[in-house]
């Protein structure tokens, strides 16, 4: 059974269409108008094994927020529904991931429970011109649409973009970990759902 997720997003702020298929090999065709969230999310799919394709336009002229939130939006809605009911994985996934001077954990839980824990602090406000508080702003929407616990942690770092790229390798990592099909029937939890 193919494990692809489409979602299709338009409002008065963004347009964006992203297609990932869970079984994939890491390749992707990202254009999303921000260019360092590109390769982040570049980053992701190599890195994760998923199959990533984003079209997106955005109000960027304003700034990158809504572009940025709203492709965290369709990233966790397309995964939601490429897993259907969560039945035959792992769930949960783990990741410490270094990148030079920088160490993240990055740990998550397919609940069906949206939860954020975000202790990252970068102390540059802008990577180029990304503004990096929306790195966060990013995966609350993840999280909130996908039904995903996450927990992500600085351990140490200096550079910003080492400590973003990480994160990002890390939820690539994490993520799939714990889609990961594993020999259970349907969800795995005692309740028998999520």
Same mark, same amino acid.
């Given at each position: 059974?193919? @494990?692809? $997720?489409?979602?299709?997003?338009?409002?008065? =702020? &963004?347009?964006?269409?992203?297609? !990932? #298929?869970?079984?994939?090999?890491?390749?992707?065709?990202?254009?999303?108008?921000?260019?360092?969230?590109?390769?982040?999310?570049?980053?992701?799919?190599?890195?994760?094994?998923?199959?990533?394709?984003?079209?997106?336009?955005?109000?960027?002229?304003?700034?990158?927020?809504?572009?940025?939130?709203?492709?965290?939006?369709?990233?966790?809605?397309?995964?939601?529904?490429?897993?259907?009911?969560?039945?035959?994985?792992? @769930?949960? $996934?783990?990741?410490?991931?270094?990148?030079? =001077? &920088?160490?993240?954990?990055?740990? !998550? #839980?397919?609940?069906?429970?949206?939860?954020?824990?975000?202790?990252?602090?970068?102390?540059?406000?802008?990577?180029?011109?990304?503004?990096?508080?929306?790195?966060?702003?990013?995966?609350?929407?993840?999280?909130?649409?996908?039904?995903?616990?996450?927990?992500?942690?600085?351990?140490?770092?200096?550079?910003?973009?080492?400590?973003?790229?990480?994160?990002?390798?890390?939820?690539?990592?994490?993520?799939?970990?714990?889609?990961?099909?594993?020999?259970?029937?349907?969800?795995?939890?005692?309740?028998?759902?999520?």
């Amino acid at each position: 059974m193919e @494990r692809k $997720g489409f979602v299709a997003r338009k409002t008065a =702020e &963004t347009a964006i269409e992203l297609q !990932v #298929d869970l079984d994939g090999s890491g390749k992707n065709d990202i254009k999303t108008g921000v260019a360092f969230l590109d390769h982040m999310l570049t980053l992701f799919s190599v890195h994760g094994f998923f199959d990533l394709s984003i079209k997106a336009e955005g109000d960027t002229e304003v700034d990158d927020h809504h572009t940025v939130e709203d492709i965290g939006i369709c990233l966790g809605q397309a995964i939601a529904r490429a897993l259907a009911d969560k039945g035959g994985i792992a @769930r949960y $996934g783990n990741c410490y991931l270094p990148m030079d =001077e &920088t160490l993240v954990r990055v740990v !998550v #839980d397919i609940s069906n429970r949206p939860f954020l824990h975000y202790d990252a602090v970068v102390t540059e406000q802008k990577l180029g011109t990304f503004d990096t508080a929306l790195a966060k702003e990013f995966f609350r929407a993840v999280c909130q649409h996908g039904g995903f616990t996450l927990h992500i942690d600085l351990l140490h770092g200096e550079n910003g973009h080492h400590i973003i790229e990480a994160i990002f390798k890390g939820f690539g990592r994490a993520m799939h970990s714990a889609t990961t099909r594993i020999a259970v029937e349907g969800a795995l939890s005692s309740k028998g759902c999520l």
